[in-house]
């Protein structure tokens, strides 16, 4: 369970990219508050949690992802945190994956997803390295625009469609954000 | 004028202008057939390269959606718009990696046009001999250009071919010239393909001008790191990748007996370099055994720590990652310097034609922070004279290079926590956090972060408060420079042909499961120990490990519980359980020799002029895999894309994708895998292997697994898939606690299955992946993608069918 949500932490402060010189042009993303972000999600037709090796940094995030995809959500575990799956046993649509060959697998329409159901309509980052997660996500922009490209990590993304403002420096106030995209999940 | 074919006399002639073409060579001693594509052209393998993108998807990650490289821009490409010229940001991104790949070809090319020139001045036109063990002397040479190099002269049609190409690369980068990406990628592989050429002519040259080792297993282990700089000595610092200034103080040194004055030190490339000197057993023009006297002072990533730890006295810069601000750090700390090589001048004046003692005068004094002196005796000499002369003078100067506690409680006490310095810190150290832990007393955070910090100093750039931040990390890390000491064994040069005749066999049947290449510079997306880790678990499992350049240097900075160091651990022959340090990074050029000399010497392919048939013979059957765990330069963009136009695949780190473009399979798309079988042309299916040319792993324990995966290829046999499943699998069971996903389309017969994993998997193989198995004889009715074949013979060249006479 989440814990007790607090509400309205603002998440769209902040919107500056994580490492502050990734400026790629015109297109850039916009921050929403995180009961946005959990509709958005929710009612996502194929959505994909797509989480990276920064949540062994911050342990109490696999148990909000595994939250998540108790929710039904499949999840892509890159680099090497399927581990922090596997020491939860909870295993239930988790794939270990890279994310490099899985953003190369998303550019393509007749992508038929991990488990073969079909292509995704949204992916949804978390706890991935800065600067891998932004680029993967600029292909995405670039040569994939049908699959919306949502952050909820917490650095502004700026190559994303949805994200974060930067909450790096406040944890608190970002579980407490992930918290409330989880309980907008289940509205 | 009456001429006899290939003569004629001159002994009547007046007033007359003769013109000398090419010049005929004598009769081809070279029992070789010449193959189909000798000095190809920027499109002779374009089939191959096509071959090669269709199966491994290019794939962008730019780092801009817009265009400004003419004056109807800015474009906006996002979303792969096309801009006024009409290019899409596919084309965009293809070009900017053609122009990378270019500007590391040419780094390497120019090194090997400036050494071919000060060679053959110093030494004259040398045989080309590289010892009795290594008769295929020039591997990449032989395949590229047709031709074998007898002496340095004949290096010169290498170069005049690869500069020749570079210019047409470069000039279809204009716009309005190329604008496919497929055919810029093309064009890269080509850059990458010349840029493996010009390594090898430069590690060539200076192998033999130098007298480097020739394939030396047990080369000497030598000292590395900043607490190996004799304080109480005048110490002279060699900054770059060109030996030929370092080279020169040297033996300056030697000769005026002065080493018990001087200590000489070589950071980057050019630290190899010298420490290689002397040490073969060829034509000695150098004096004997001289590359054991200067010191590793450390690589490339960790120069702007060096020169704030007050190690040094003097520093010689050539060429190649040195960094630009270098003039300003030194000046601040009145180290003079010298830039040796037109391509680095820093802005200094050129006192190539004055008189040495003048020079020494100015530079001893203070009157100049520093002189390009581009004849490199002239430097060398210059730059152990001032390291000698000027040390007594910072002495009397009191140059402060550590901050006292004093300053450095001041410094952290003007941290106001805003984090700026993490916003651009490339491995995001939380810099304000290791700030609060120094201002409770404990500076152990500082110390921990040390490694990781890759010292680029934008941090300080950022800083509103002013703090020198580097000089925070030197303070708290002061102990630890003093004892910066390792082994490092010497670079050994090239595998030899024995060495060769004896891993062939079990690198293609797969008995040994890789060679693994770490190779590249310093800046770690977690600290340069990774690097040691890396190389640790790959030659601890059998693997032929082989490094060059700054990995080879930062791997030296770790011991195991006895304290000894990787080289210390482990024997260095190109075998299993072996590790090897080739040398610089021009040496780099020594692994794509290998890989071509398994073709070669062990499966006697023809590799005269005949690139594409050695490169699919290492894509199908040399299961070799890259790692640039740290580049940051355009050099390893295009080192990476000529070990990819040769069939060798390269995992990297995640910072790559500042290189905006990889090569990936798609594992879900059986079409794409599909080879023709060499004996009878029929096509037939393979596992995807090896799955990516170009691969960025987020973590080391991704690149590990990946690094295990990349090293299978359609010709293991079943003893050989057998035991790469075995370490791919054991590697994830380790790190991610569970077999990989897709370990079941690797196998092929049970006699594949790893022994240990055997139950499980044939369990697994029936309930979750439907294979249907006939249980009492251990065998697959149905399931895998083909049989296991040991003389299937996979190629994606179709003139490679054998034709039934």
Known sequence: MAAEVKKGIDTTKNPIPFEMAQVPGPEQAKCYMPKVMGAIIRKAKRPLLVVGAELFDDPIMFDKMIEMGKMGIPIAATAHSVKGFVDRGYMTDVYQIGLHPLTNYLRFPDYMGLDGKGQYDAVIFMGIFYKFANAMFSALKNFNRDIKRISIDRYYHINANMTFGNMAFTPDDYHDAVDEVIAAMKK | MATNQGSFSVEDMKNVQINI????????????????????????????????????????????????LCTYGPCDLTGNKRGACGIDQAGACGKIVLIACLMGCCAHAAHGRHLYHWCMDKFGDMKFDMGDEILVDSPLYQTIMGSKPKTFKDFNEGLYYLEEEVVQLLAATHTGQESAFIDFESKALHAGMLDLLGMEICDMLQIVAYDMPRGAADAPLIEIGMGTLDQNKGVLIAYGHNLAAGAEAMIYAENNNLWDKVDIGGVCCTAHDLNRIGLGNGELKVPKGIGTKPKVAGAMGWWRKMIRSGVMDCVMVDEQCVFCDVLADAEKRKIPVIATTDKIMLGLPDRTNDPIDAIVDDLVNFKMPGVAVLDPTKAGEIGIRVAIAVKPKRAEAKIQNLLTEEQFQEGIKKCTTCNECAFVCPPHIRISSLIGDAMKGNLLSFSNMYEVC???????????????????????????????????????????????????APIVLGTIPGVIALVGCSNYPNGTKECYDIAKEFVDRGYIVVTSGCMAMDMSLYTDVDGKTIWEQYPGGFDGRNICNTGSCVSNANIGDAAIKVATIFAHRNHRGNFDDIADYILNKVGACGVAWGAYSQKAASIATGCNRLGIPVVVQPHSVMYRRTFIGRADKPEDWMVIDARDGKMQQIEPAPEAMLYIAETKEEAMVEMAKLCFRPSDNSIGRSIKLTHYCDISMKYCGKLPDDWHIFVRDTKDLPLVYKDQMMKELESKHGWTIDWKNKKFISGPLRPADVSFDPTNLARKIRTKK
């Open chain 2, 454 to 504: 890759v010292g680029c100093g934008k941090c300080e750039q950022s800083c509103p408060q002013g703090i020198n931040i580097l000089d925070l990390f030197e303070y708290a890390n002061r102990q630890y420079i003093k004892t910066q000491k390792f082994k490092m064994r010497a670079g050994r040069g090239p595998a030899r042909d024995t060495e060769i005749r004896a891993v062939g």
């Open chain 2, 21 to 68: 073409g090419a010049v005929v060579k004598e009769a081809d001693e070279w029992d070789q057939e010449m193959g189909p594509f000798p000095k190809p052209g920027v499109a002779t393998l374009r089939s191959w390269d096509h071959m090669i993108a269709n199966r491994y998807k290019i794939m962008y990650t730019p780092a801009d959606d817009t265009c400004t």
